[in-house]
């Protein structure tokens, strides 16, 4: 059974930071997998934040989040961190952990993420 559960959300003033965790089991960690983060803020479509390749460990940021969001995994322990810095409330969303096994497609396509986390709240105050 695959199983995506993310952790650390929570609520912090602007220019804060936080750090999500999604750890991962029941899933084929082979080197095409794609492991993705994603946010939904209220009223708004779900949108890509980050990306990485499980096997060479290349990242991708969606603009908005560049040069204050970085992605990292860990091999050993299947979990893939994103830590977040200089938050903004527009940041405000619940943050989803997605897994694209095969790496098909452009990171960014969330049709081709298989498996989702339940989410994670992320509130920033001004």
């Known amino acids: 059974q695959v199983q995506l559960v993310e952790s650390g959300g929570g609520s912090v003033q602007a220019g804060g930071s936080l750090r999500l965790s999604c750890a991962a089991s029941?899933?084929?960690?082979?080197?095409?997998?794609?492991m993705g983060w994603f946010r939904q803020a209220p009223g708004k479509e779900r949108d890509f934040v980050a990306a990485?390749?499980?096997?060479?460990?290349?990242?991708y940021y969606a603009d908005s989040v560049k040069g204050r969001f970085t992605i990292s995994r860990d091999i050993a322990k299947r979990t893939v961190s994103l830590q977040m810095n200089m938050l903004k409330p527009e940041d405000t969303a619940v943050y989803y952990c997605?897994?694209?096994?095969?790496?098909?497609?452009?990171?960014?396509?969330?049709?081709?993420?298989?498996?989702w986390g339940q989410g994670t709240q992320v509130t920033i105050s001004s």
């Open positions: 990485i390749s499980w096997g060479g460990g290349a990242t």
């Open positions: 997605a897994s694209n096994p095969r790496g098909l497609g452009y990171v960014v396509w969330q049709a081709y993420y298989e498996y």
């Open positions: 029941g899933i084929s960690f082979s080197s095409n997998n794609i």
